[in-house]
Nanobody, 121 residues
C-alpha cells in the first residue's frame, strides 16, 4: 500500500499564497504520476495539477499561471505552490498518486485524506 499525507492547508486572504505538501510512504512501489485534486462543497472532485516522474505537468485552466507543481522523485514528495488565491480556490485538496505496486504487478490510484484550503477575507 501507498500512504499519502498532506500538509499546508489553512485560511488565506484573497490574493495570498499557500504551499501544499504531500509525502508518500510505504514499500515496494514506484510512482508514475503524482499531484493534486480538489473538491469544493457541492461540486465534483477536479484535477488541479499533476506531474509525471519525467517532468510532464498538467494544470487545470483555472489555475494556470497561478499554481506551480513540483516533485522530488527520490523522496516521493510533491508540492503545490498556490499564488494569487481566489475565493473560488476554496476546497478540500487531495494528494494523488498513480503508483506501481510490485507485489501486484499493476498500477493503482492512491489518495490522501485531504487538507482544507479556505480563501476568504
Amino acid at each position: 500500500q501507498v500512504q499519502l499525507v498532506e500538509s499546508g492547508g489553512g485560511l488565506v486572504q484573497p490574493g495570498g499564497s499557500l504551499i501544499l505538501s504531500c509525502a508518500a510512504s510505504g514499500s515496494g512501489f514506484s510512482i508514475g504520476r503524482m499531484g493534486w485534486y480538489r473538491q469544493a462543497v457541492g461540486k465534483q472532485r477536479e484535477m488541479v495539477a499533476t506531474l509525471s516522474n519525467g517532468g510532464s505537468a498538467d494544470y487545470a485552466d483555472s489555475v494556470k499561471g497561478r499554481f506551480t507543481i513540483s516533485r522530488d522523485n527520490a523522496k516521493n514528495t510533491v508540492d503545490l505552490q498556490m499564488d494569487t488565491l481566489k475565493s473560488d480556490d476554496t476546497a478540500v485538496y487531495y494528494c494523488y498518486a498513480w503508483a506501481y505496486m510490485r507485489s501486484r504487478w499493476s498500477y493503482s490510484d492512491y489518495w490522501g485524506q485531504g487538507t482544507q484550503v479556505t480563501v476568504s477575507s
